[in-house]
C-alpha cells in the first residue's frame, strides 16, 4: 500500500491538497444535502454525530503524529549515544591490545588472547545495537588474574545503554493504523469542517423558510 504523507509535502503542496479536499467536501455536501433537496431538521442534528465522529480521527492523527515525532526524535538521541558507546568500547580494546599487553608487559601470549577477545566483542558491535553478553569470565585471561577492566566498564555502559535502546526501538513501532491516522489526519479535520458548516448553511436555511 502506498503511504499518502501529507505532512511530508512541500508547505504550498500541502496547503493545496488540504484546501481542495475541503472546498470539494464542502461544496459536494451543499449541492446534495441542500440545494438538490433540503433535507428536513432531524436530518442535522443527526448529522452531528458523523462530523464529530469525523474530527475525533483527525484528533486520533494528530495524536499520532505527536507521538510518532517524539519517538523519531528519541531514536535519533539514543542512536547517537549508542555510537558514542561503541566507539568507547572500540577504545577500551585499543587500551587493553596495545598498552596493557602489548606494550607495556609485551607477552605475545596474551596479546593473542586479547586479540580472540576483541574479535569476539566486535561480532557483537552492529547496529543493531543489542547486548554484548559477554561475562567476566570471557574478558579474564586465562592462568591470569588479569581482567580487561577497561574493557568491562565500557561493555557494562554499552549494555546498559542497549537494554534502553531496545525498550525505545519496540514502543517506537507504529502499526498501519497509527501511520494512516498521522496521514490523514488534516484530511479528516478539513472534512469534518466542511460538513459542519454545510450543517450551519441548511439551519440557516430553514429557519428562512419558517420564517416565510
Known amino acids: 500500500m502506498t503511504d499518502f504523507h501529507i505532512f511530508e509535502m512541500s508547505p504550498l503542496t500541502s496547503y493545496a491538497c488540504v484546501v481542495s479536499v475541503f472546498l470539494f467536501t464542502w461544496f459536494m455536501s451543499d449541492v446534495l444535502l441542500i440545494r438538490q433537496e433540503l433535507k428536513p431538521a432531524i436530518f442535522w442534528k443527526q448529522l452531528d454525530y458523523l462530523w464529530l465522529f469525523v474530527a475525533f480521527l483527525g484528533v486520533l492523527g494528530v495524536v499520532a503524529e505527536s507521538r510518532i515525532s517524539e ?51 566486535k561480532n557483537y558491535l552492529n547496529d543493531d545495537f543489542k547486548e554484548i553478553p559477554l561475562t567476566d569470565q570471557d574478558l579474564s585471561l586465562s592462568n591470569s588474574a588479569d581482567l580487561l577492566i577497561h574493557l568491562k566498564l ?43 458548516l454545510t450543517k450551519v448553511t441548511a439551519e440557516i436555511e430553514l429557519e428562512k423558510r419558517r420564517n416565510h
Open 71 to 121: 519517538s523519531k526524535y528519541a531514536m535519533d538521541a539514543a542512536n547517537r549515544e549508542m555510537q558514542q558507546r561503541r566507539t568507547h568500547v572500540l577504545d577500551a580494546l585499543d587500551a587493553e591490545y596495545g598498552i596493557r599487553f602489548c606494550l607495556e608487559k609485551k607477552s605475545s601470549n596474551k596479546c593473542a588472547e586479547v586479540d580472540q577477545i576483541s574479535l569476539r566483542v
Open 154 to 196: 565500557g561493555i557494562d555502559a554499552y549494555n546498559s545503554s542497549a537494554v534502553d535502546f531496545q525498550w525505545l526501538k519496540n514502543q517506537s513501532n507504529r502499526n498501519w493504523l497509527e501511520n494512516f491516522l498521522k496521514d490523514m489526519a488534516p484530511i479528516f479535520l478539513v472534512i469534518a469542517i466542511a460538513l459542519r
